[in-house]
């Protein structure tokens, strides 16, 4: 864990609502993994007061990637930010995803701009089948930044299966019958509840990234419990997590 | 290069400068000296600990707010056990001061922790939270109660020789009877301010960000209320006060003192930047040789009305 101030090389707009800020960081770059995160502090003034945290969406070489939608105060600042900016980064936080276990197929889930990790873990993944599953309001709402062998689910049915990506899953089952399959899941908590249950219930091999409201990013501030399995013990979302087993916690 | 005398002094308590890192705000230290020099710091005041550990408030625990947040933890901590074995070893190793803060739900708890923790040679001082907003038992019920501050100070007092430093709540409405009750019942030094209780709401649901309704307010917007506290304190009662309240930098830490804090504690800005201390410890140096100041607490109260 450290702090670095780190130069921005583009803010891309990708879609109606969809950024990728991209940055210049050969020490951030070499030390985080996927599922981490960083927590931005996205102005140099007290204004906005705290740091924001993001996930790493990709490292690409010495640059960072970051996926973020337009979102409050923050987020509309660093959708500004222009080549040459510096941005204070605190990095590497967090546990990632445990992806190099044994099994066939990574299955990677995400609600709207829970696609935000994937491309870094679709880029570190050898020796592995791909398949990702992203959900969404409407088509404006996806992206396959980054991403292999993507499968859209949209509320309206303006792009790929209709209804909600946990329904597509299951739409999809039967294709994964015969291989071993661990699923990589990030979104909105409705939608990951809904998975949990799902994959407990059918006993399948399933890691949730979580996220909640944050101070400090590195555990000293006790600001971001989640429910444990375990009776009468939070965890810390960013210091245990945010990538957590599916029957860790309780969502 | 500069002989300037950071040093100052709380009762029998000398500490290498006044910059004191707050309660709750870096854990047991461990964390935060990824991005710092303990060694460095003044003095390091941890978490809130009870005799017994406390799971703390469901979440939603914190919201940022203009120029602040809120927080409702609900004193999560370790207890006194685990504190004792697993997180003493840590800021034993550490060459700053430790100042324990005790927190609890009645008189006899404060009594017994304080008594435990007074072996524990590490431990160098206590401060004695009687201001937590975010609790259901103890915290503001004592805070608020100028009869059991002045209590909790006698029977703590009379357990130990160590400096006993009463940190109290802003939510009062006159802070400096608080500050002379500590003073008459043998505290040596109060620390001014804990959290002033806020809320914020979800104008779409209608319902609390916090999961607590309440929370304590902390960072920049309570400044000017700190600030007006420690000023109170000082002209009304003669007790080493140390200022809390919304330091970011140098600047804020040098107006506390002006105003008549000893020493001075930073809180949520560890949370933004866990360097902070040591930033601002440079700081006050060069102020003080810009001013031509070689004993920082000459800075005292040497306000000028
Ligand atoms: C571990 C982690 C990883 C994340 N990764 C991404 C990502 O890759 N892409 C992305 O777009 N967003 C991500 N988020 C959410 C992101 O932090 C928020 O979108 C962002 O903080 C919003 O800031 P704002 O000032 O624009 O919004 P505002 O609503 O104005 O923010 C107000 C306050 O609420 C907090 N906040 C608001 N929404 C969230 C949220 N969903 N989670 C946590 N805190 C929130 C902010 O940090 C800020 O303190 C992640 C959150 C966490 C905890
Ligand atoms: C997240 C958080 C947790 C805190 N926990 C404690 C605590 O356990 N005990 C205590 O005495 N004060 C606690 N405080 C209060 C701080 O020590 C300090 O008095 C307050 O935050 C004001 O200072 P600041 O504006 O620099 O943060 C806490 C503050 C925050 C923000
Ligand atoms: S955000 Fe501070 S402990 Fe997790």
């Known amino acids: ?251 | 290069m500069s002989n300037i005398d950071l040093s100052v002094k709380i009762g029998s308590l000398i500490l290498k400068n006044p910059l004191m890192l707050a309660s709750g705000t870096v854990g047991y230290g461990n964390e935060i000296s990824n991005f710092t020099d303990l060694s460095k710091i003044g003095a390091i005041v941890t978490k809130s600990v009870s005799l017994k550990p406390r799971k703390g408030n469901p979440p939603q625990r914190i919201v940022e707010t203009p120029s602040g947040m809120l927080n409702a933890i609900g004193l999560a901590n370790v207890g006194l056990e685990e504190f004792i074995k697993t997180k003493i070893p840590f800021l034993k190793e550490v060459d700053s001061t430790l100042i324990c803060n005790i927190a609890a739900s009645s008189i006899e708890e404060y009594v017994e922790c304080t008594k435990t923790l007074d072996g524990e040679e590490t431990v160098k001082a206590f401060e004695i939270n009687v201001s937590c907003p975010n609790v259901k038992e103890g915290g503001l019920i004592f805070g608020n109660d100028i009869i059991s501050v002045g209590k909790i100070t006698e029977k703590v007092r009379a357990v130990t020789n160590k400096p006993v430093i009463i940190k109290l709540s802003p939510n009062v409405s006159a802070i400096s009877d608080f500050a002379k009750v500590v003073k008459d019942e043998g505290g040596d030094a109060v620390s001014a301010i804990n959290t002033l209780i806020g809320t914020s709401f979800d104008i779409y649901k209608r319902t609390p960000k916090i999961k607590n309704i309440t929370g304590g307010l902390s960072g920049p917007a309570i400044k000017p209320v700190a600030l007006a506290k420690v000023l109170e304190i000082s002209r009304k009662v003669d007790i080493p006060i140390i200022g809390i309240g919304g330091i970011m930098n140098w600047k804020d830490a040098v107006e506390f003192m002006i105003v008549g804090a000893t020493a001075f504690q930073i809180g949520t800005v560890n949370f933004i930047n866990p360097n902070a201390g040591i930033e601002i410890i440079d700081g006050l140096k060069s102020y003080c040789e810009q001013m031509n100041i070689s004993k920082i607490s000459e800075l005292t109260a040497s306000y000028q009305l």
């Open chain 1, 1 to 251: 864990m450290f702090t670095s101030k780190v130069p921005v090389e583009s803010v891309e707009k990708i879609q109606e609502n969809i950024f990728i800020l991209k940055a210049f960081s050969p020490q951030i770059a070499s030390a985080i993994k996927p599922g981490q995160f960083c927590n931005l502090k996205v102005s140099e003034t007290d204004f906005p007061l705290l740091r924001r945290p993001f996930s790493i969406s990709d490292v690409d070489g010495d640059y960072i990637s970051f996926m973020f939608n337009k979102h409050g105060e923050g987020t509309r600042i660093l959708s500004e930010k222009r080549n040459g900016d510096v941005i204070d980064i605190l990095a590497p936080l967090g546990n990632g995803f445990t992806y190099e276990d044994d099994y066939d197929t990574a299955v990677m889930i995400g609600g709207g701009l829970g696609a935000a990790p994937f491309p870094f873990l679709t880029r570190r993944l050898k020796n592995k089948k791909i398949v990702t599953l992203i959900g969404g309001r409407n088509e404006k709402d996806v992206t396959d930044w980054g991403l292999k062998n993507v499968f859209y689910s949209t509320d309206d049915g303006s792009i790929g299966f209709k209804g909600n990506v946990v329904e597509l899953l299951i739409s999809k089952f039967n294709d994964f019958k015969d291989s071993e399959i661990k699923i990589f899941s990030c979104g909105p908590t409705p939608m990951l509840k809904a998975l949990q249950k799902f994959t407990v219930d059918n006993n399948i091999k399933c890691e949730i990234s979580t996220e909640c409201s944050m101070a400090c990013g590195f555990g000293i501030c006790q600001g971001c419990p989640i429910d444990s399995a375990e009776k009468d013990k939070y965890y810390l979302v960013c210091k245990d997590g945010p990538v957590f087993d599916a029957e860790a916690i309780v969502l």
